[in-house]
């Protein structure tokens, strides 16, 4: 067992010892003091109770308890048509009275891309490759404009990215935001398990660690005071999305809408799935409560069950937008919520006994993440409306394929093609029925095919590539 002279670190070190943990200390005499003191600091920070508890449960999985499962209460696009209209203007209202801010969850490892840096800097529109963080950027400036409003922009990174991410802000100058609007604040972390449930090194004074999943958005947004931050600004209303989705409508007024008038604590947009297996969570009431299953939890028999008429039963497939009361989120904090840890197997990079970084093909360990629509079930109500997928969601997951950043591009022009031809634009499409010649439409030129409308004298004919700004 490793003895040192200074009494905190000794004791920290020896809670490692007591929990199994003692081979992470293999490298102890080759570090500097410097090294020393940033292991123990990370040590300090892990939460044994959680920790031991989320090994125990990974080492030896509970029994899946069959649910009740029921499709979930959804506002479909067919219902949508007799109230979008009270929705968008409650929505509107809301929008600019300035009671709506956003928050972007950014602090995910994006390792299927397998970008270097944070996600939110991957260039992605078809013209300009602006970045992800660009897009999302130049969407909430240009809503801001409409509304004559400001949104303050909460972005959670995780201490991985945290730095960089603002540092490509910086380098940016905001793309024209107003700094004092930006908020950054940090998810926490975890370590990853092997499949033994021993701590993986990541160098030889540092513990691989993740980030504990978008769920661990709730607890952040309480801590770092940005909640604190939303009350004094007035903001009653968080739009929540994701960084990698292209094809969001920034602050939807229908949306906020629907939640206003549902009067519901947390809400969600819903996709029709189009295959049983598509790859997305399910809306369900699980037990009585709304809720997602993932789909790899989903049940065959639900998965493939369907109505009468021959459709799907669990049609309603979440793409991660959501809109959330602020005094929600106060509320689950102020009453110690728990979300649960979901575990995940995956390939994990580690040193191995020598001193050499491994990359494992194949998964060795198990990563454990909290998602945020596990706290809809403390949600006493919620509302689900259905959207149009081609229109709202369009992912940068992979590196190729599918949900990677061709399919993105090509869904972006897809739909500038959609606005322009619904302006009585000509545009010149291909085989595949995309543009002949590549086209970009700033979102402080259009945020959708209305706004493209009133400055349709400022578009030229389509000869070459085009960018509206
Ligand atoms: P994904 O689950 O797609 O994960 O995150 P990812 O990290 O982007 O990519 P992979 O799975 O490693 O390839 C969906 C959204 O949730 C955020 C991501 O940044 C992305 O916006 N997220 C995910 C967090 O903010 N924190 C997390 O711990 C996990």
Redesign the pocket.
């Known amino acids: 067992m490793l003895k040192v002279s200074n009494s905190k670190w000794q004791r920290i070190i020896d809670q490692c010892y007591q929990n199994g943990q003692g081979h992470i200390f293999r490298f102890w005499s080759e570090l500097s003091e410097n090294e020393k003191r940033l292991f123990i600091e990370q040590l300090s920070r892990i939460n044994w109770k959680q920790m031991n508890h989320l090994i125990e449960l990974a080492l030896k999985p509970e029994k899946k308890i069959k649910l009740r499962l029921e499709p979930a209460d959804v506002i479909t696009l067919n219902q949508r048509k007799k109230s979008d209209e009270k929705a968008i203007s409650l929505g509107e209202k809301a929008l600019r009275a300035g009671k709506v801010g956003v928050c972007?969850?950014?602090?995910?490892?994006?390792?299927?891309?397998g970008f270097e840096g944070p996600?939110g800097c991957f260039p992605v529109t078809p013209v300009k490759n602006k970045s992800l963080f660009q897009l999302h950027a130049e969407k909430i400036r240009a809503t801001a404009q409409k509304y004559s409003t400001t949104f303050p922009w909460y972005i959670?990174?995780?201490r991985s990215n945290h730095q960089t991410t603002i540092d490509f802000f910086e380098k940016h100058d905001y793309w024209g935001l107003d700094k004092k609007d930006v908020f950054f604040f940090m998810?926490e972390m975890i370590p990853a398990v092997d499949f033994d449930g021993k701590f993986l090194l990541e160098t030889k004074y540092h513990l691989f660690e993740?980030?504990?999943?978008?769920g661990?958005?709730l607890k952040a947004l309480w801590e770092s005071g940005a909640v604190e931050d939303m009350k004094k600004r007035g903001i009653e209303y968080i739009f929540y999305f994701?960084?990698?989705n292209v094809l969001v409508q920034m602050c939807d007024p229908a949306f906020i809408g629907y939640h206003i008038m549902e009067n519901a604590r947390m809400s969600n947009k819903a996709v029709r799935k189009i295959r049983p297996e598509d790859r997305v969570g399910v809306f369900c009431k699980i037990d009585g409560k709304t809720g997602v299953v993932e789909y790899s939890d989903l049940d065959e028999e639900s998965m493939y069950a369907r109505t009468e008429k021959g459709e799907l039963k669990f049609w309603a497939g979440s793409i991660?937008i959501h809109i959330i009361d602020v005094a929600f989120i106060e509320d689950e904090n102020k009453n110690g919520f728990k979300l649960p840890f979901h575990i995940a197997q995956k390939s994990i990079p580690y040193l191995d006994e020598r001193g050499n970084l491994v990359k494992p093909r194949e998964k060795n360990g198990y990563k454990f993440?909290t998602f945020i629509f596990d706290a809809l079930l403390d949600a006493d109500k919620v509302c689900t409306i259905e959207v149009d997928r081609s229109k709202e969601f369009s992912?940068v997951?992979?590196r190729d394929g599918f949900e990677s950043p061709q399919t993105a591009r090509e869904d972006l022009m897809k739909n500038y093609a959609r606005w322009l031809r619904e302006a009585g634009i000509e545009v010149p499409m291909n085989k595949d029925d995309l543009p002949v010649f590549p086209i970009e439409i700033s979102p402080l030129f259009a945020l959708n095919a209305d706004d493209l409308k009133s400055k349709i004298s400022l578009i030229p004919e389509i000869t070459k590539p085009l960018y509206l700004e």
Not at 104 to 113: D, P, T, W
Not at 210 to 214: E, R, W
């Open positions: 972007l969850v950014a602090g995910g490892q994006g390792s299927r891309l996600k959670m990174t995780s998810q993740s980030p504990n999943g978008h661990g958005a994701q960084v990698d991660a993440e992912a997951k992979n």
